[in-house]
């Protein structure tokens, strides 16, 4: 065994954790918890997992990952950037593809850009239509409006009356004149403010301002296990979240908290939303898997 590992089974140890209970909450599997501790990185599925696998498991049992990065840097693997298991990659290969679909990925870029010339043709000759068109109409001055005036209707006794109800047009504007008043008069509703007030790490604390609700919903994207907990850090829910199942996201009401602490276990398949915001990460899911975010409610 050791020292790094030995460190991580006396922290888990002291939590009153068994291997079975560590694997529920990482989603690690029981085997490599073991060979964690065991400093058997031999039997890790590869060089990838291994610092993920250690980071996880410090941060389950209290532990900071990065400062054990540094204390036990040579006990770790150095090597980190071995290609992915092949059935993790989602890149395929330009010789996997048969010879009929290279064909048809040769002749797409043509077709498309014969598409595009027809459009552009298209679009000019109807540009030319159209104002050629224009110019056969009679010319209209610019602020002036065409008035054709009716002849005036003369009574039985040789007078003249004038139907041209300028009576109701002083009304109309008159009531367009408050309307507008009243458009003018209304309040706006300051929008919430979400934003980055510190980042260390993996840890992230953000600054909820301006909002009447502090609601906190999370979505997965994939499979991914989450805590949520308040500021006094008591523990609200911790589930492992899996897209298209009955627990696929997770909405939860903090309206009577000023803080909330999120503990995510695989950031690329989570997604973040606080009062219908999307949150944006300050640190990218990519390069930092496991996360801890903050967010504190100013009210």
């Given at each position: 065994?050791?020292?790094?590992?030995?460190?991580?089974?006396?922290?888990?140890?002291?939590?009153?954790?068994?291997?079975?209970?560590?694997?529920?909450?990482?989603?690690?599997?029981?085997?490599?918890?073991?060979?964690?501790?065991?400093?058997?990185?031999?039997?890790?599925?590869?060089?990838?997992?291994?610092?993920?696998?250690?980071?996880?498991?410090?941060?389950?049992?209290?532990?900071?990952?990065?400062?054990?990065?540094?204390?036990?840097?040579?006990?770790?693997?150095?090597?980190?950037?071995?290609?992915?298991?092949?059935?993790?990659?989602?890149?395929?290969?330009?010789?996997?593809?048969?010879?009929?679909?290279?064909?048809?990925?040769?002749?797409?870029?043509?077709?498309?850009?014969?598409?595009?010339?027809?459009?552009?043709?298209?679009?000019?000759?109807?540009?030319?239509?159209?104002?050629?068109?224009?110019?056969?109409?009679?010319?209209?001055?610019?602020?002036?409006?065409?008035?054709?005036?009716?002849?005036?209707?003369?009574?039985?006794?040789?007078?003249?009356?004038?139907?041209?109800?300028?009576?109701?047009?002083?009304?109309?504007?008159?009531?367009?004149?408050?309307?507008?008043?009243?458009?003018?008069?209304?309040?706006?509703?300051?929008?919430?403010?979400?934003?980055?007030?510190?980042?260390?790490?993996?840890?992230?604390?953000?600054?909820?301002?301006?909002?009447?609700?502090?609601?906190?919903?999370?979505?997965?994207?994939g499979q991914t296990w989450v805590g949520l907990s308040n500021g006094s850090g008591k523990s609200i829910f911790q589930d492992t979240l899996v897209k298209g199942e009955e627990n696929e996201s997770r909405t939860e009401d903090l309206s009577n908290e000023t803080k909330?602490?999120?503990?995510?276990?695989?950031?690329?398949?989570?997604?973040?939303?606080?009062?219908?915001?999307?949150?944006?990460?300050?640190?990218?899911?990519?390069?930092?898997?496991?996360?801890?975010?903050?967010?504190?409610?100013?009210?």
């Amino acid at each position: 065994m050791t020292e790094l590992g030995n460190l991580l089974k006396e922290a888990r140890e002291a939590k009153g954790l068994s291997l079975d209970e560590l694997q529920s909450i990482t989603k690690i599997q029981k085997r490599y918890l073991l060979g964690i501790e065991e400093g058997n990185y031999s039997m890790m599925p590869g060089k990838f997992y291994v610092r993920a696998f250690i980071k996880q498991y410090a941060e389950a049992v209290g532990l900071d990952p990065e400062q054990l990065f540094e204390q036990h840097k040579n006990e770790i693997p150095s090597t980190y950037n071995d290609e992915l298991p092949e059935q993790l990659s989602r890149v395929q290969s330009r010789k996997s593809v048969s010879p009929e679909t290279s064909k048809i990925l040769d002749v797409l870029p043509k077709i498309l850009f014969g598409i595009f010339i027809i459009g552009a043709i298209a679009l000019v000759w109807y540009l030319i239509v159209e104002y050629a068109g224009d110019g056969t109409k009679d010319p209209v001055t610019p602020g002036k409006e065409t008035r054709v005036e009716e002849p005036a209707e003369i009574t039985d006794d040789g007078d003249q009356t004038d139907d041209s109800g300028s009576g109701d047009t002083g009304e109309e504007e008159d009531a367009t004149e408050e309307e507008t008043a009243e458009e003018e008069t209304e309040p706006e509703t300051p929008a919430q403010e979400l934003t980055v007030a510190s980042n260390s790490g993996s840890n992230t604390v953000y600054e909820l301002k301006g909002a009447d609700s502090f609601v906190i919903k999370i979505v997965s994207l994939g499979q991914t296990w989450v805590g949520l907990s308040n500021g006094s850090g008591k523990s609200i829910f911790q589930d492992t979240l899996v897209k298209g199942e009955e627990n696929e996201s997770r909405t939860e009401d903090l309206s009577n908290e000023t803080k909330a602490v999120i503990n995510i276990g695989r950031a690329p398949d989570t997604e973040i939303y606080v009062n219908d915001q999307k949150l944006e990460y300050a640190v990218p899911p990519e390069k930092d898997m496991t996360q801890v975010i903050t967010i504190n409610f100013v009210k």
